[in-house]
């Protein structure tokens, strides 16, 4: 035992020598989660809107005075005939124009992002919703504009405020987390291979199962310092609660980064090359982990085939954990999918990347 925690020391120190690989353990994940909880948003904040009304009145006035205010919508120009609504959208002044006439009350959005021209006249059918209805209670003219209707109350369950970070923090979780864990393990590997190191380590009375071990344990440590980060970083900056089990979370997120781990291993079996163990674990597990896991797309809306490749990446069903647990804070019972799921996945990743390591030592 002692000799194993010698080989820990040792990658310990190697990790700690090279500043790129500090780089990318400990500096990445930070800058990561600040990007996709910041500058990726898919909130509505500021929007520029234009408004032509060719007969204004006080229903009018409250109504714009009200988009403006919400903080979503900014008004930038008052339109003064229907010519100018097309040249807005050219010019780019405007993402929304709202036609005040005689029919009522008219949205026109700019569609050439068809996800966002939905969230936006979304957004302002609900404020105008809510307007025209306050007027109406005050008997001002605001029924020329909404014809009496059922209007259904709306009520954001575990998101009210509609916060982008709520979306993005349980992918980037598990996109940090698979990608520290099985890039810097497998290079970490190949690289002893590589330099011709790894047979001087297995000719050392340490078995070969320990010296694996010893190079992972490093990586299964920083992960914990990057798991801790993230969710306070999540937490303090981004303004997204812990709503469910703390415990259950991190034991998650632990099984989560030994799967990881064991990507890394069944990864440095197939590569003889540092630069192919990066490629394999940086494009090819990072293009499934953020189309299929339902970090930026949700899995339902994509086509069966797509459904059905999704259920092999890992991240699919650890972000699912991580929203339910995070955000929704359902019971543990409802997680038990997802622990299950892990589980068999670690269970065979290590045990297939193992026996594959034992067959190459003993040839």
């Given amino acids: 035992m002692t000799q194993f925690f010698a080989f820990v020391k040792k990658e310990f120190y190697h990790i700690l020598r090279d500043k ?65 609504i097309e040249t807005t959208f050219q010019k780019g002044e405007s993402r929304l124009v709202v036609v005040f006439d005689e029919n009522g009350i008219q949205l026109i959005a700019d569609a050439t992002d068809a996800n966002q021209a939905n969230t936006v006249v979304n957004y302002a059918s609900h404020i105008i919703n809510a ?14 504009y909404l014809p009496l209707r059922i209007v259904p109350e709306i009520k954001m369950l575990y998101n009210p405020q509609m916060k982008g970070a709520y979306n993005f923090v349980p992918g980037v979780l598990g996109l940090v987390l698979v990608l520290i864990c099985a890039m810097m393990t497998s290079v970490s590997i190949v690289r002893e291979k590589e330099m011709g190191t790894m047979e001087v380590l297995l000719v050392s009375p ?6 694996l071990l010893a190079k992972i344990t490093p990586y299964f440590a920083l992960s914990i310092i990057n798991l801790t980060s993230i969710l306070l970083l ?49 494009v090819v597990m990072m293009m499934p982990t953020m ?23 890992p991240n699919r069903w650890y972000v699912e954990g991580v929203i339910k647990l995070m955000i929704m804070g359902v019971e543990a019972k409802y997680v ?24 190459r030592m003993s040839k």
């Fill in 20 to 84: 790129r690989t500090i780089l990318i353990l400990l500096v990445m994940p930070v800058v990561q989660i600040i990007l996709f909880g910041f500058a990726i948003s898919n909130e509505v904040k500021d929007t520029p809107f234009a408004v032509f009304t060719p007969v204004k009145d006080d229903a009018t006035q409250q109504i714009t005075e009200r988009l403006t205010a919400s903080g979503f919508f900014v008004l930038v120009k008052e339109l003064q005939n229907r010519d100018e």
């Fill in 131 to 144: 307007s025209c209805l306050e007027l109406a209670q005050n008997n001002v003219g605001a029924n020329n």
């Fill in 206 to 211: 340490v078995k070969p199962i320990y010296i």
């Fill in 234 to 282: 999540s937490v303090f900056v981004l303004d997204v609660p812990i709503v469910g089990n703390l415990f259950l979370l991190i034991l998650l997120s632990l099984l989560f980064i030994f799967v990881g781990l064991a990507l890394g291993l069944m990864v440095s079996n197939i590569v003889e090359t540092q630069v192919a163990a990066m490629l394999i674990s940086a």
């Fill in 291 to 313: 189309l299929l896991s339902g970090m930026m797309f949700p899995v339902e809306s994509m086509p069966k085939i797509l459904q059905w490749i999704s259920v092999v990446p």
């Fill in 336 to 359: 038990l999918k997802e622990f299950a799921i892990l589980g068999f996945m670690a269970i065979i990743l290590l045990t297939v990347s193992l026996k594959r390591f034992n067959i």
